[in-house]
């Protein structure tokens, strides 16, 4: 990776998904797309402007891709400060595959010396990663 901590844009910028808004949406029941706006289907109040039918799959959609991609960018952050910290350069397949701090703990296993007590630190290094660049993935 070619980033550090401090090149990577503050928490706050990146928090939220930008959607386009309003948001083109298929209704499931009548086939209608219609414009819309996001903090409506984010609300899961949505209903379809033409025949009102629930809209909440949508914004359920919408919600888990958010989370999905703040872990995501979460655990770029701990494995950005594993180089910065540890020295410890996860590969970007190794970090696009990891889907939790195990996952990342396992990659970080791989290269440290073959002892009995390897994952152990493995786990310890992600964990002080994850309380300096993401602790929300610790809670």
Same mark, same amino acid.
């Given at each position: 990776?070619?980033?550090?901590?401090?090149?990577?844009?503050?928490?706050?910028?990146?928090?939220?998904?930008?959607?386009?808004?309003?948001?083109?949406?298929?209704?499931?029941?009548?086939?209608?797309?219609?414009?819309?706006?996001?903090?409506?289907?984010?609300?899961?109040?949505?209903?379809?402007?033409?025949?009102?039918?629930?809209?909440?799959?949508?914004?359920?959609?919408?919600?888990?891709?958010?989370?999905?991609?703040?872990?995501?960018?979460?655990?770029?952050?701990?494995?950005?400060?594993?180089?910065?910290?540890?020295?410890?350069?996860? /590969?970007?397949? %190794?970090?696009? &595959?990891?889907?939790?701090?195990?996952?990342? +703990? *396992?990659?970080? #296993?791989?290269? @440290?010396?073959?002892? /009995?007590?390897? %994952?152990?630190? &493995?786990?310890?290094?992600?964990?002080?990663? +994850? *309380?300096?660049? #993401?602790?929300? @993935?610790?809670?």
């Amino acid at each position: 990776m070619a980033f550090t901590v401090a090149e990577v844009k503050p928490r706050e910028e990146f928090d939220r998904v930008k959607w386009l808004d309003p948001m083109p949406t298929a209704c499931p029941a009548c086939g209608c797309r219609s414009p819309v706006p996001v903090a409506v289907l984010r609300s899961l109040r949505a209903t379809c402007p033409g025949c009102g039918a629930s809209l909440t799959a949508a914004g359920q959609s919408m919600l888990a891709e958010e989370a999905r991609i703040d872990r995501q960018m979460e655990l770029i952050l701990v494995a950005i400060d594993l180089k910065e910290h540890a020295g410890l350069v996860l /590969t970007e397949n %190794e970090v696009d &595959a990891a889907r939790s701090l195990e996952d990342l +703990a *396992r990659a970080v #296993a791989g290269q @440290l010396p073959s002892t /009995t007590d390897r %994952e152990a630190r &493995a786990t310890e290094l992600v964990a002080a990663a +994850a *309380r300096r660049a #993401a602790p929300r @993935l610790l809670g």
